[in-house]
T-cell receptor, first 114, second 112 residues
Framework: KAGVTQTPRYLIKTRGQQVTLSCSPI?????VSWYQQTPGQGLQFLFEYFSETQRNKGNFPGRFSGRQFSNSRSEMNVSTLELGDSALYLC?????????????FGEGSRLTVL | SQKIEQNSEALNIQEGKTATLTCNYTNYSPAYLQWYRQDPGRGPVFLLLIRENEKEKRKERLKVTFDTTLKQSLFHITASQPADSATYLC???????????FGTGTRLKVLA
């Protein structure tokens, strides 16, 4: 069974640009959640999607947005990038036929903003 | 507000010793707690889940306890090895509104 796939793994952008990150969940998982991780800050919850609906979002500005498609794949977008957006962005999927509550994480997308 | 706290200071121990990591929670009563391992630059990997009615759970060299009176979970690695060096995160179930929170994690370094 393939794991959670995130693309791209690494990217470099400049301030003011926008970026789109992609996440393909494990087959059969309908929930996808996104996190930002910076040194010393731990995993910060961005938002969670289930069946194409955002069920909750964390305390991030409106520049951070996401969506989920009918095949459960999800994208997140950050517009007008700032230096402080440099981070590891992780997505996780859950909720297969047997939902144990366990989150399955991808390897992350490392974003550097110059 | 609901809070999960882990010792943010790194824990260094000698190979072969038992490592004990702490996870404290405040302002709610999670039905279970999960523990994850995260290596640098990689996504967390699930290790163990312990429910509120379970006092202790084991998996190979790992042991987790859950004390609802102290509002605390302890994560033990016995006979630790340098390969156990990583950051360990604890996490409650998402809140009723599907908001996921994690502890800041404790970085463990096992010295050979």
């Amino acid at each position: 069974k393939a794991g959670v796939t995130q693309t791209p793994r690494y990217l470099i952008k400049t301030r003011g640009q926008q970026v789109t990150l992609s996440c393909s969940p494990i087959s059969g998982h309908r929930s996808v959640s996104w996190y930002q991780q910076t040194p010393g800050q731990g995993l910060q919850f961005l938002f969670e999607y289930f069946s194409e609906t955002q069920r909750n979002k964390g305390n991030f500005p409106g520049r951070f947005s996401g969506r989920q498609f009918s095949n459960s794949r999800s994208e997140m977008n950050v517009s007008t990038l700032e230096l402080g957006d440099s981070a590891l962005y992780l997505c996780a999927s859950s909720g297969g036929s047997v939902n144990t509550g366990e989150l399955f994480f991808g390897e992350g997308s490392r974003l550097t903003v110059l | 507000s609901q809070k999960i706290e882990q010792n943010s200071e790194a824990l260094n121990i000698q190979e072969g010793k038992t490592a004990t990591l702490t996870c404290n929670y405040t302002n709610y009563s999670p039905a279970y707690l999960q523990w994850y391992r995260q290596d640098p630059g990689r996504g967390p990997v699930f290790l163990l889940l312990i429910r509120e009615n379970e006092k202790e759970k084991r998996k190979e060299r790992l042991k987790v306890t859950f004390d609802t009176t102290l509002k605390q979970s302890l994560f033990h690695i016995t006979a630790s090895q340098p390969a156990d060096s990583a950051t360990y995160l604890c996490a409650p179930p998402p809140t009723g509104t599907y908001k996921y929170i994690f502890g800041t994690g404790t970085r463990l370094k096992v010295l050979a």
